[in-house]
């Protein structure tokens, strides 16, 4: 793909709404994360502030709930992991996705959810997840089981039809992550709805168990592909906004945060505390600037004048001809 192809597949991208995903050097990851944790400590120390001066004159914070998402959990990488759950279950009341989420005043609730159905999931994180009693959501590829999914060189084991039937479904919610996990909004209406629908109707069947609930691939949605899912009957959607879920309780398109076991404990305590919301609000404006708005203008400013334009004579002669 050359430049002008992949801008133009950028600009595609942030036209459908979806988080363009590149291949950053491993410095300025560290550089983004840490200046994501920084403005996230402004955002926790404000939002405490507050909460202390509501309690100060009697009153009490608002409910509040965040869902994070996981996706591989390395068997290294497991004991991070366990002690990421204790966090939670100190500063957060863990809640199943389910059914109705309703927000309590004063009660900050956190729902634990995985994309892609990984087997390390199944070895590493579900002994964890059951010594705690936490309620999570598996959000499946439905023709992906027991086979190798990721990108070329990482990829990783998908769990196979037998372990995901042995979860135990008081803990374990299974939803939807299509069938064959494609970037949604590169697809035809009947392709997206195929992959929408097909895959909760194959689920059902196979694991005969209710299907409610969908993750969008690449966390990439529109408005039309959030319809297609309520035609498809789900109940709920998630996507991989870092905002906080349920502000309202009829909630269809939920917010979601990724964490993962590598997280600093700083940034995994400030993501499970919501205070990654203002991300969303980055986002739209970096797409207010890539749109180009605000690029166009600034140029204009300090935009030369032509320097080869015809001279007016040889217009009016051209076009007294
Ligand atoms: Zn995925």
Wanted: net charge positive; aromatic share 10%; proline share 6%.
């Amino acid at each position: 793909m050359n430049g002008e192809e992949t801008a133009r597949s950028r600009a595609r991208q942030y036209k459908a709404g979806c988080i363009f995903v590149s291949k950053p050097t491993p410095s300025y990851t560290t550089l983004k994360r840490f200046v994501k944790c920084v403005i996230s400590l402004a955002v926790f120390a404000v939002t405490a502030v507050w909460a202390f001066l509501i309690r100060l004159v009697g009153g009490a914070p608002r409910g509040s709930c965040i869902v994070l998402y996981y996706h591989s959990i390395p068997e290294d990488q497991r004991q991070r992991f366990a002690k990421q759950l204790d966090v939670l279950l100190r500063y957060a009341t863990p809640t199943a996705l389910s059914g109705d989420v309703e927000l309590r005043t004063g009660v900050h609730l956190a729902a634990v959810t995985f994309d892609d159905g990984f087997q390390n999931v199944y070895e590493n994180a579900m002994p964890e997840l059951k010594k705690r009693q936490i309620p999570v959501v598996m959000f499946v590829i439905a023709d992906a089981f027991g086979k190798a999914f990721g990108p070329l060189g990482h990829s990783e084991k998908v769990m196979s039809l037998d372990q995901l039937q042995s979860l135990p479904e008081e803990l374990v919610t299974i939803g939807s992550h299509t069938l064959t996990h494609p970037m949604l909004s590169t697809l035809s209406e009947d392709e997206a709805r195929q992959e929408i629908g097909g895959s909760r109707t194959k689920l059902e069947s196979t694991l005969n168990r209710k299907i409610r609930l969908f993750s969008f691939p690449f966390g990439c949605f529109n408005e039309q592909l959030v319809e297609l899912c309520k035609e498809a009957g789900y109940s709920r959607v998630f996507t991989t906004l870092p905002k906080c879920a349920f502000a309202e309780p009829s909630e269809f398109a939920v917010g979601r945060v990724r964490v993962d076991p590598t997280d600093w404990p700083v940034e995994f305590r400030l993501k499970l505390n919501g205070s990654y919301r203002w991300l969303p609000v980055a986002f739209q404006f970096k797409r207010f600037i890539v749109s180009g708005w605000l690029v166009r203008t600034v140029l204009g400013i300090f935009k030369r004048p032509p320097q080869e334009v015809e001279p007016r004579s040889a217009i009016q002669e051209s076009r007294s001809r």
